[in-house]
Nanobody, 127 residues
Framework: QVQLVESGGGLVQAGGSLRLSCAAS????????MGWFRQAPGKEREIVAA????????YYADFVKGRHTASRDNAKNTVSLQLNNVKVEDTATYYC????????????????????WGQGTQVTVSS
């Protein structure tokens, strides 16, 4: 049984930092795609960052603008998301997602492209 388990969410003040982690078990995704999405209340789920097999650098959504950094450890089957200089608008539930295959660029930001999801971890940024 495949499981993605996120950790590291919480309450943080604007301008602060937070590190999210996701551990995958049940199968390896080293040749597939793993990503981070987020969903704020009343909004659609949106991509934050994604890793594809063979890529040197992760894909980032435009709004990240260098503030956040994603990393991946294939040996440990984990991905992380370092949230820096957080803003109130970063408040959301953050989800780890994985696809068995290497997604094409046009499909990276589509939530329906991913086969597996974590339960989500809440990040709340106070002003």
């Amino acid at each position: 049984q495949v499981q993605l388990v996120e950790s590291g969410g919480g309450l943080v003040q604007a301008g602060g930092s937070l590190r999210l982690s996701c551990a995958a078990s049940g199968r390896t995704f080293s040749r597939g795609t793993m990503g981070w999405f987020r969903q704020a209340p009343g909004k659609e789920r949106e991509i934050v960052a994604a890793f594809r097999y063979g890529d040197s650098n992760p894909y980032y959504a435009d709004f990240v603008k260098g503030r956040h950094t994603a990393s991946r450890d294939n040996a440990k089957n984990t991905v992380s998301l370092q949230l820096n200089n957080v803003k109130v608008e970063d408040t959301a539930t953050y989800y780890c997602a994985a696809s068995s295959g290497r997604l094409i660029t046009s499909r990276l930001s589509a939530a329906e492209s991913y086969d597996y999801w974590g339960q989500g971890t809440q990040v709340t940024v106070s002003s």
